[in-house]
């Protein structure tokens, strides 16, 4: 069965450093979305993508934050200068967008800000 | 806006106990309701959703919701909770086009209890 899969499942990083989460999600899947989650409070969304470009963010989604889809296969979630509120789970999501309404998950990359 | 409420963030049965895990939904437009599922160290899975056919939802592992308009509910069920049932469990609301992002509760932990 298909899945999203995201890379690296666990980053630790130095504040102020830049990191790239990656995702593959599924093939032939036309919607992409960036979800996070603090330890211990909600899967809060982050932007959705739609072709080749940013078709909603939510506040958290600043300037710090980038995405893009650089072949046909990846979609990448950019931290310009990571802080440390930056540490949670975070999620990369899509959907086939043909009358389907249902987001599918990858795993995770937990994303540690030292 | 959309939110979701979930009652517990922590739910405790026995195995062969009846699960019920609780969820209230606040929407301006008629609702996408989900439920998903998380095991440790792995992503969110649909268990069911709710797009406004049948109000009593079935969904993988004997789970099944029901959509009570009038109580705003959507709460998640299953008669025999197996071990193999802790986890994770989150309620979300999009509205009925399946566009908008997904907005989640906080998340009822499961335990089940031999």
């Known amino acids: 069965e298909p899945e999203v899969t995201q890379t690296p499942s666990h980053q630790v990083t130095q504040m102020g450093q830049e990191v790239i989460l990656r995702c593959v999600p599924i093939s032939n899947h036309l919607y992409f979305y960036w979800y996070r989650q603090i330890l211990g409070q909600k899967v809060e969304f982050l932007v959705s993508f739609y072709n080749n470009e940013i078709s909603e963010k939510s506040e958290i989604f600043d300037d710090q934050f980038s995405v893009e889809r650089p072949d046909g296969s990846n979609f990448t979630l950019k931290i310009r200068s990571t802080k440390l509120e930056d540490s949670a789970m975070y999620f990369c999501?899509?959907?086939?967008?043909?009358?389907?309404?249902?987001?599918?998950f990858g795993p995770g990359t937990r994303l540690t800000v030292l | 806006a959309q939110s979701v409420t979930q009652l517990g963030s922590h739910v405790s049965v026995s195995e062969g106990a009846l699960v019920l895990l609780r969820c209230n939904y606040s929407?301006?437009?008629?609702?996408?309701l989900f439920w998903y599922v998380q095991y440790p160290n792995q992503g969110l899975q649909l268990l069911l959703k709710y797009t406004s056919a049948a109000t009593l939802v079935k969904g993988i592992n004997g789970f099944e919701a029901e959509f009570k308009k009038s109580e705003t509910s959507f709460h998640l069920t299953k008669p025999s909770a197996h071990m193999s049932d802790a986890a994770e469990y989150f309620c979300?609301?999009?509205?009925?086009?399946?566009?908008?992002?997904?907005?989640f509760g906080k998340g009822t932990r499961l335990s089940v209890i031999a």
């Open positions: 999501a899509s959907r086939s967008g043909t009358g389907s309404d249902t987001q599918y």
């Open positions: 929407s301006s437009v008629p609702p996408y």
């Open positions: 979300a609301v999009s509205d009925l086009s399946g566009n908008t992002p997904l907005v």
